[in-house]
């Protein structure tokens, strides 16, 4: 019986689909050849507000120490003044890291943003460090002031032997809009957004913020950016809803490592998203071995980061500052790791600094 000219062109569909479902599976890139893509640092060390375990975090103490130690990336949180110029600092609150209270006390209560960029010079953002951390105070980061981009760009390029890059996160950018916009222009303006391939990674843009990371690639589509990774209000929907009071933990530390994504499929489709607003990593969080209060949800499972790897993404986890979780962080497939203590990440990854903590901050003047 001869075939019709309907069932000729059927069957090499039929045979094409049948390949095709049988096809072998693209491969994987390999992360370093991510990373070098982009000429970013693989494994990266990320100095985590500067090396801020052994200098008040986001001070120009902690920045050149971890410069000068030898870190890759110099990490921030950006906000706004309230008449505009962009500032370094993790919290909307000025009571944890600053004399807020004593210089401006009937205002001691109001965001960092309602204050003028000369009124947040005027706080002292190091002593705070020496009362929480005796141990490592010094009489030199009495008055240390908070930083502005412009600063930490100073402090980045003002060593001829290294140059560390940036790694810069939208803190909150809800509370500041059109700070995405802001930092293109400064960053052009100090020529530190890529005029080629080989520089891309100079700068990573980070944020937790879905809406901003769309903001981003608008602003910067060359810009190498990274999706933070979190559960719970503002990131991926936990599988419980018990809040920190009702779980009876002790502490957050522990609360956390009880919180995973709802399921895989609420864990892939972030990693989706990311890939498809421009992202080339993602930032997920990390349970540490410790605890203490940067230990969270673990999002960093072998499994996690076979998904990212999978999807082109690379994988640079926060914030790790021991070797015990430094190994677990790596055995697991991480590409970079944030980290407070960038002289112990240095020598884990056998690139150790001619140079100790304290010799860095004595050359520095501290």
């Known amino acids: 019986m001869p075939v019709t000219v309907a069932r000729r062109t059927l069957l090499p569909s039929l045979l094409l689909a049948m390949v095709g479902a049988h096809a072998a599976p693209e491969p994987i890139t390999p992360p370093a050849q991510i990373a070098s893509r982009y000429a970013i640092a693989h494994p990266a060390v990320i100095a985590h507000r500067g090396a801020s375990y052994d200098a008040p975090e986001s ?27 962009l500032i370094a600092l993790h919290d909307n609150s000025l009571l944890r890291t600053t004399d807020v209270a004593n210089k401006f006390p009937e205002r001691k209560n109001q965001p960092a943003s309602a204050f003028t960029l000369a009124e947040l010079k005027t706080l002292d953002s190091g002593s705070w460090f020496n009362k929480a951390y005796p141990d490592r105070a010094r009489p030199s980061y009495v008055g240390l002031p908070i930083l502005t981009l412009d600063e930490i760009i100073d402090i980045a390029q003002s060593n001829p032997r290294h140059t560390p890059g940036l790694y810069i996160e939208t803190k909150e950018p809800q509370l500041f809009p059109g700070i995405e916009h802001d930092l293109k222009r400064t960053l052009t303006q100090r020529g530190w957004l890529p005029s080629q391939p080989d520089r891309q990674g100079r700068v990573i843009l980070q944020t937790f913020d879905k809406n901003s990371l769309q903001l981003l690639q608008k602003e ?58 421009g992202a080339i990593g993602i930032g997920p969080s990390a349970a540490l071995t410790h605890g203490g209060d940067q230990s969270y949800s673990d999002l960093i499972q072998p499994w996690m980061n076979t998904e990212a790897h999978e999807r082109g993404l690379l994988v640079h986890a926060y914030t790790l500052d021991e070797p015990v979780d430094f190994n677990k962080a790596m055995a697991a497939g991480v590409d970079g790791i944030f980290t407070n203590r960038t002289r112990e990440l240095l020598n884990y990854y056998q690139r150790p600094s001619p140079h100790t903590v304290k010799q860095v901050l004595q050359q520095n003047g501290y």
């Open 220 to 277: 910067m589509p060359d810009t190498p950016k990274v999706l933070l990774l979190w559960v719970g209000a503002g990131g991926m929907t936990p599988d419980k809803s018990v809040s920190f009071a009702q779980s009876g933990k002790k502490d957050k530390a522990a609360y956390y490592a009880t919180l995973h994504p709802n399921d895989k499929t609420e864990f892939t489709q972030w990693l989706d998203f990311a890939k498809l607003n």
């Open 59 to 85: 001070t120009a103490a902690a920045y050149k120490l971890a410069r000068d130690l030898g870190a890759d990336y110099l990490e921030m949180d950006l906000q706004r003044s309230q008449d505009g110029v």
